[in-house]
């Protein structure tokens, strides 16, 4: 087994401080925290804490936090909770599958918000009306595109937004909501999402329920909860190191391959996330080359990269999607990873169009 060289994937590997956690948590988080006894009370505070850390952090109070163990159903929850057949529902062409999912069962009217050639929502061609709902996508997961809301919007419009891919690094727009993030975001563990509800008068739980003093189902995992706080915690994203190394590889990628097209502009956009297309090139065979090398990058759509299903994100921008590469940097990259995953992804372009 060839080893893992460089991780570029989104995906990455828990932070030590929460894996830590997490192994001291299954020995002591293993009690139901809504039972009465000594180790479910321990249990109840432990979570508590963990809340309240992981709310100061995204700058929430705790009462706004539900946690789910599925970021799927994280977004169902914050945008199905809004919604009646009288409502409008608007959503970004670049959203999410499990967002577009929740749109095309909707029974009322949907309209799709198109996307600029920079990734970014081009609400110049919607009309948002009054009575409406937005699923609003805050970050792109696959340009890393930032989104911002315009600046006149009606006063009742609900916002659910997905901030799944910006994690702690953006703040939610003023007047949001809802919210989901996924615990991955920030170096915690997966099965934990985040689901911030701030509109709680217009909000109803979406799922068959039985009692009205829940808002949602409260099943995940506590340990998992207590890593996710860990991590949050120690988060420490080295943005000005990661955008140096994102400019880099734009630049020397352009400068090799001309005709390379870099979806979005790094100035508009997180700044660990760098999608290219090369023309003449199969991103399957170029995510194969890498790995043979070390390298670990993904291609396709970031909502269903296991099956490497064109990106609907590029697209919709008015890209190609054959030749997709998505490269996603993080705070332990080096130079010598960035320099070498270059180099690699140069030969196998290299090697694909000498055929």
């Known amino acids: 087994m060839v080893p893992v060289t460089g991780n570029f994937q989104a995906e990455t590997a828990l932070n030590p401080?929460?894996?830590?956690?997490?192994?001291?948590?299954?020995?002591?988080?293993?009690?139901?925290?809504?039972?009465?006894?000594?180790?479910?009370?321990?249990?109840?505070?432990?979570?508590?804490?963990?809340?309240?850390?992981?709310?100061?952090?995204?700058?929430?109070?705790?009462?706004?936090?539900?946690?789910?163990?599925?970021?799927?159903?994280?977004?169902?929850?914050?945008?199905?909770?809004?919604?009646?057949?009288?409502?409008?529902?608007?959503?970004?062409?670049?959203?999410?599958?499990?967002?577009?999912?929740?749109?095309r069962a909707h029974q009322g009217a949907i309209s799709e918000i198109p996307l600029l050639g920079d990734g970014r929502l081009d609400f110049t061609k919607t009309a948002i009306k009054r009575d409406s709902v937005l699923a609003f996508q805050l970050a792109n997961g696959e340009t890393g595109a930032i989104n911002s809301l315009p600046s006149e919007m009606p006063d009742d419009l609900l916002i659910a937004v997905d901030a799944t891919a910006s994690g702690a690094r953006l703040a939610l727009p003023t007047n949001w909501g809802t919210a989901t993030f996924d615990s991955r975001s920030w170096g915690g563990p997966a099965g934990l999402a985040i689901v911030a509800i701030n509109k709680a008068a217009h909000w109803t739980n979406p799922l068959p329920h039985i009692s009205s003093t829940r808002r949602t189902y409260g099943t995940y995992s506590l340990p998992l909860l207590l890593a996710s706080a860990v991590a949050i915690e120690n988060f420490r994203p080295d943005d000005l190191k990661i955008r140096r190394f994102n400019e880099e590889i734009r630049t020397t990628i352009k400068s090799a391959v001309p005709d390379a097209i870099i979806a979005g502009d790094l100035d508009l956009a997180l700044p660990h996330l760098i999608s290219v297309v090369i023309p003449q090139a199969n991103g399957e065979e170029l995510l194969r080359a890498l790995a043979v090398k070390g390298f670990a990058v993904d291609s396709g759509s970031a909502c269903t990269a296991m099956n490497l299903q064109p990106s609907h994100v590029l697209s919709a921008m008015g890209l190609p999607t054959d030749g997709n590469i998505r490269i996603a940097l993080h705070a332990d990259s080096s130079e010598s990873e960035i320099k070498g995953l270059i180099s690699a992804l140069l030969s196998a372009v290299g090697s694909q169009r000498q055929r």
């Open 17 to 103: 401080l929460a894996q830590e956690a997490l192994l001291t948590a299954f020995e002591s988080g293993w009690a139901d925290p809504k039972k009465i006894g000594q180790h479910p009370n321990r249990a109840a505070l432990m979570r508590n804490n963990a809340v309240e850390s992981i709310a100061s952090c995204l700058g929430l109070s705790p009462d706004q936090i539900e946690i789910t163990g599925e970021v799927g159903l994280g977004y169902f929850l914050s945008l199905a909770g809004f919604l009646t057949p009288a409502k409008s529902l608007h959503f970004g062409a670049g959203d999410r599958s499990g967002v577009i999912a929740t749109v």
